[in-house]
């Protein structure tokens, strides 16, 4: 885990730079040394919210959150995955109850296990929406798999379920390549299919501040917690301790907060790290069918139809939860765990980024060995 860490700080550290000034015009104040986590409100979990408008085509807009299942459902299949029986997605898409947080506009892709479901929120990214889509269907695809092969399935959280994870990243990367967006929508898209540059920072948010926050805080302050660290750390301390070596911390004196309470926020450190270790897997996975497979760009590759690319995630699906994944992941593309793939996907913009702020401080005093640039 600290090796993936210290692999994904650099980029880590420029996009934190270019959030504090970013949230320095937004408030139009100081950011002080530690950025206070009150100020991100819930853009801790989308940064990229403040560093880029939401995306938004005609084509987007028209979309209905069935439609975005369709699309996601006709690119599983025409990768050779069998069809979602009508049983299997009796539920089809769901609206939420009226009263909810935009009751208008949100909706559930339902299918059973109740543990899949996942909630979806139309009209705040539209592009994140899309993406969103094609992952949860690609999970359902998994249990899928895993009930046609006689194994128990792996649901989203379950500690197993890495791999599961990485296959629904990989089709998530798909889904905003440039070449699949140009076959579902660039004809008819007015504006046309969104600019690289785009595309990268609305995936950054989760894929580069929210991966490095699992690695460097919430995962390891979990496995602290469920005892496998010092018997005499105070949680809540160690909570502020972790967050300062992330340049994030309190608007002011650390005011005493439940373990209980955070525990119950962030979840537990299996569910935690499987997701990050997914999206890291995901990324090689994505570059693997892009690389040998399509031999495609991996922002400008197209799935579509490529038996062989679905041949190879499918392998990978019907492993459930019966094998290890950093061997499914070594055997699938001869790699060992690495983030070296999703930073090579994120190179130009942390090549923007390092000349956004070449004029400023990057860093912050609990850094340690970060780079600061003046």
């Known amino acids: 885990l600290a090796d993936l860490r210290d692999s994904l700080a650099p980029l880590y550290v420029q996009f934190h730079a270019a959030l504090r000034r970013n949230l320095a015009r937004t408030f139009k104040a100081k950011v002080p040394d530690l950025l206070p986590v009150t100020w991100l409100e819930w853009n801790l979990e989308h940064p990229a919210n403040l560093l880029g408008r939401r995306i938004v085509t005609r084509e987007l807009e028209r979309l209905t959150p069935a439609d975005m299942a369709a699309h996601a459902e006709e690119l599983c299949v025409s990768l050779g995955m069998p069809p979602l029986s009508a049983e299997f997605t009796r539920s089809g898409v769901a609206t939420v109850p009226a009263g909810w947080p935009f009751s208008g506009a949100r909706a559930w892709p339902v299918a059973p296990p109740d543990d899949m479901r996942l909630t979806l929120s139309r009209g705040i990214e539209d592009l994140a929406l899309y993406r969103k889509t094609h992952a949860a269907t690609a999970r359902l695809h998994a249990v899928a798999a895993c009930t046609e092969a006689g194994l128990p399935p792996v649901l989203a959280d379950d500690p197993a379920g890495v791999m599961t994870t990485a296959v629904a990243v990989a089709l998530d990367l798909a889904s905003r390549s440039s070449g699949y967006l140009d076959r579902r929508m660039g004809a008819d898209a007015g504006e046309g299919v969104p600019d690289r540059d785009r595309i990268l920072r609305d995936g950054a948010g989760e894929e580069v501040f929210g991966l490095y926050l699992d690695l460097a805080v919430r995962g390891p302050w979990l496995l602290e917690l469920g005892g496998a660290g010092d018997a005499g750390t105070d949680p809540v301390d160690l909570w502020w301790d972790l967050l300062a070596r992330a340049g994030l911390g309190p608007d002011g004196p650390p005011a005493p907060s439940p373990p209980e309470a955070l525990l119950t926020a962030l979840g537990d450190p299996d569910t935690v790290l ?87 401080t990057v860093g912050w005093p609990e850094a340690g060995a970060y780079p600061v640039n003046r």
């Open 274 to 360: 499987a997701r990050a270790l997914g999206i890291i897997a995901g990324h090689q996975l994505h570059r693997y069918v892009c690389g040998a497979i399509l031999q495609q760009d991996v922002h400008a590759a197209d799935y579509h139809g490529n038996r062989a690319a679905g041949d190879f995630l499918l392998a990978i699906m019907r492993q459930g939860r019966g094998a290890g994944w950093q061997r499914v992941l070594r055997e699938a593309t001869g790699e060992d765990p690495s983030a070296q793939a999703l930073r090579e996907y994120y190179r130009d913009l942390e090549a923007d980024l390092l000349e956004a702020n070449a004029d400023g």
